[in-house]
């Protein structure tokens, strides 16, 4: 393949030799872009009568195109944290974490705060999370934001706790705990303000560029007040309008519609948080905990605010949109949203698509709920994967039985209520085709959906999310967001059967794609092109 790297949108190109995944002809191999635009799909033959007139001719070399991935849910500046520096994820034990988080210290600037993700104490052996007296040792004293894998709990240096007067007398604040609620958010607030500008940019093209080399073409960044900064939002969407890579679509978690409009948001939505997380206690319940007695965690919003912003968003334009993952918050988003279609009538309510993140504990009668008021859910199958199963965290958090229910992604197909798949990053990895794979091989066997039907919920249903019908598919006329694949055997999944058996006859006129079965290798990205701009091209291919 030899597309340069800055090929420009208004170039002619034919990309030709491959398998082009596209509903418009099964089995094209061959693909013309125009202006940013897919102008053409078909068979090689009828390739030639395109080369002439064209900027130039790229050969596939039997690879795949598919539309570029749409990760739904991204919080794009802690992925960059987390990618360029202190990252616990891969920690196994609290005596790993703690040497991790030592040598990070000793190789940053001394006048850099320390930031860091992804510490699970759920899966390790001393089952508790670091003190502060002993992160005090590991840093030398130094300020540390240091949050767990969720993002609804933080471990903090005395260094970081002292530049927010007042914080041990906030809510969330317990001597020896991880922090939580209203001193978890006044302390990220503290940690993010003293992120330097060159420090968060760094991180956002960081991000930008690891989601272009797996394919992501569009990320739907979830900021708020109580998740960054001002600053952090409208400097991520100005990277993304100055330099090339995915593009950034914005969602500003806020009560305050002015100022989510004023910021550039699509909506007042993302992370609004109706509630916290399960890993931490904090998703709200209608019954308690099974690990924590008597806990039902924490309710933000009520069904009478959830109504009022969402008529507001309503009458005003935005998406509104609500964090909302035990039973008790997913109820109070419905009710909410019921009773504003009360007030201005379904019709406007379905065509506005407000959108749930996570949405992860629903019942039937939620389920029919979001069907009935046109809900977009959101949700993030890595979930399910990392945490999932009888002996998984949500298992521990809720028991067995309850824990099965959680992340139904077949019985919110049945109910025709559109999927968008994200990760949350850095909660779980930018892994597009791994998101896939999880929600084909969800670990409770009958919320397990088609390879196709999650493929389309990570790549069209982003784009539907956003109120766009007419993207996030190979078509003439669609945008050019693409992505090439080194893949193997593509295959069709039969799509009512849940133990995944796969075909490879091409007499079903439907598109492959790659066989996602555990312990096969994921396709390997080769090139990432965001509106026929080449964005990504993996070196020596």
């Not at 400097?235 to 409009?261: C, F, K, N, Q, T």
């Amino acid at each position: 393949m030899s597309e340069s790297l800055n090929s420009g949108a208004h170039r002619t190109v034919l990309l030709r030799g491959g398998e082009v995944h596209s509903p418009a002809d099964p089995f094209a191999t061959a693909m013309v872009v125009e202006r940013g635009h897919v102008a053409w799909v078909g068979s090689e033959g009828a390739a030639d009568a395109f080369a002439p007139g064209v900027d130039e001719v790229v050969d596939l070399e039997g690879a795949l195109v598919t539309p570029a991935f749409v990760d739904a849910h991204v919080h794009t500046t802690a992925t960059g944290f987390a990618l360029t520096g202190l990252d616990l994820s891969s920690a196994a034990s609290l005596a790993g974490a703690a040497e991790l988080i030592r040598a990070h210290a000793a190789a940053r600037p001394a006048d850099r705060i320390l930031v860091g993700h992804g510490w699970d104490a759920s899966r390790w052996p001393e089952r508790r999370a670091p003190r502060r007296d002993e992160l005090d040792e590991l840093t030398g004293g130094r300020p540390l934001y240091l949050t767990r894998i969720d993002v609804h709990s933080a471990v903090v240096t005395t260094a970081l706790l002292d530049l927010v007067p007042g914080v041990r007398d906030l809510d969330g604040f317990r001597d020896g705990e991880p922090l939580i609620g209203d001193a978890h958010h006044a302390v990220r607030a503290a940690a993010f303000a003293a992120v330097s500008p060159l420090q968060r940019t760094e991180a956002q093209r960081a991000a930008r560029a690891h989601a272009a080399s797996l394919g992501i073409g569009t990320l739907h960044e979830c900021g708020g007040p109580q998740i960054s900064s001002e600053d952090d939002f409208t400097g991520l969407l100005d990277l993304a309008r100055a330099e090339d890579g995915p593009r950034v679509v914005g969602y500003w978690a806020d009560l305050d519609l002015d100022r989510a409009r004023a910021l550039g948001a699509l909506g007042a939505a993302g992370d609004l948080f109706a509630d916290g997380s399960l890993g931490s206690h904090t998703a709200c319940l209608h019954e308690p905990y099974a690990d924590a007695a008597g806990r039902t965690g924490a309710a933000h919003l009520d069904a009478a605010a959830v109504a009022a912003h969402v008529v507001a968003c309503t009458e005003a334009g935005l998406q509104a949109g609500f964090h909302a993952i035990g039973d008790a918050a997913v109820t109070a988003v419905t009710d909410g949203v019921r009773a504003a279609a009360e007030k201005l009538g379904l019709a406007r309510i379905r065509a506005a698509r407000h959108r749930v993140e996570h949405a992860e504990m629903l019942t039937p009668a939620t389920i029919a709920a979001f069907a009935e008021l046109g809900l977009t859910a959101s949700v993030q199958p890595a979930f399910d994967a990392l945490w999932g199963g009888d002996e998984g965290m949500y298992a521990d958090r809720l028991g067995v039985e309850r824990a099965r229910t959680l992340n139904p992604y077949a019985a919110l197909l049945r109910a025709g209520v559109p999927l968008a798949f994200g990760s949350d990053s850095p909660v779980t990895p930018l892994d597009p085709w791994g998101t896939v794979r999880a929600a084909a091989f969800h670990r409770t066997l009958d919320h397990r959906i088609s390879v196709r039907a999650a493929f389309t919920a990570h790549t069209r249903g982003g784009w539907r999310a956003v109120g766009r019908d007419d993207a996030g598919v190979l078509v003439p006329g669609a945008p050019a967001d693409y992505a090439v694949w080194r893949a193997g055997d593509l295959v069709v999944q039969a799509p009512d059967d849940r133990v995944a058996r796969w075909s490879t006859d091409p007499r079903s006129g439907t598109p492959g794609l790659p066989d996602l079965s555990p312990g096969l290798p994921l396709p390997v990205c080769l090139r990432t092109v965001v509106h026929g701009r080449t964005v990504f091209v993996r070196p020596n291919e």
